[in-house]
C-alpha cells in the first residue's frame, strides 16, 4: 500500500512541475506591451526618466529617426530632452497604437506600431516605429529603436 501511494505522489509531482513552471512564465506579449503602455504613461506625466526605463541602459543602445542616430541610453535621453524637454518645446500627449508584439524567442522580440502626439496648438505629428526588445534580469528592454514620422 505504501509502494502505491509513494507511486501515486511521485507522478502527481512530476506531472505538476511543468503546469508550475508554465504558470510562473508570463506572457511575452503582454509583458512587452506593459512596457509600451508604461512608456506612454510616464511620457503622458512629462516623466523622461519614467519613460526611459522602458530602454536598455546601456551605450550599445540604437535610436535611429530620420538620417540620424544616437547610440547609448544617455545620448537616447538627451535626444528626447532637447527634442521635446527644453525651452521652447513641449512633449505633447502621446498615443501608441496598432501594436504588433513578434516574439523571436524567450529572449528576443520585435515590434512595430504607431505612434502620435497630440499637441496643445492642435497639430498630431505622428509616425511609425519598429522596435527590438531582449529579454534581461530587468525585464524586457529596448534594445533598438528605429522611429520615423510622417512627412
Known amino acids: 500500500m505504501n509502494t502505491i501511494f509513494t507511486l501515486l505522489a511521485a507522478v502527481c509531482f512530476f506531472v505538476s512541475i511543468p503546469a508550475r513552471?508554465?504558470?510562473?512564465?508570463?506572457?511575452?506579449?503582454s509583458d512587452i506591451e506593459n512596457v509600451l503602455l508604461t512608456q506612454q504613461d510616464a511620457w503622458n506625466h512629462h516623466d523622461l526618466d519614467a519613460f526611459m526605463t522602458g530602454y536598455w541602459k546601456s551605450p550599445d543602445l540604437t535610436f535611429f529617426s530620420g538620417a540620424k542616430e544616437s547610440?547609448?541610453?544617455?545620448?537616447?535621453l538627451d535626444r528626447y530632452r532637447a527634442t521635446y524637454a527644453s525651452p521652447g518645446h513641449e512633449m505633447g500627449k502621446l498615443d501608441f497604437s496598432d501594436l504588433r508584439v513578434e516574439v523571436l524567442g524567450p529572449d528576443a522580440a520585435f515590434v512595430r506600431g504607431v505612434w502620435q502626439l497630440t499637441m496643445s496648438d492642435?497639430?498630431?505629428p505622428h509616425g511609425r516605429f519598429t522596435l527590438i526588445?531582449?529579454?534581461?534580469?530587468?525585464?524586457?528592454?529596448?534594445?533598438?529603436?528605429?522611429t520615423s514620422a510622417a512627412d
Open 21 to 29: 513552471a508554465q504558470a510562473g512564465n508570463a506572457d511575452p506579449k
Open 71 to 76: 547610440k547609448g541610453w544617455q545620448a537616447t
Open 122 to 124: 492642435g497639430k498630431t
Open 133 to 146: 526588445f531582449r529579454k534581461s534580469p530587468d525585464g524586457w528592454k529596448i534594445i533598438h529603436d528605429h
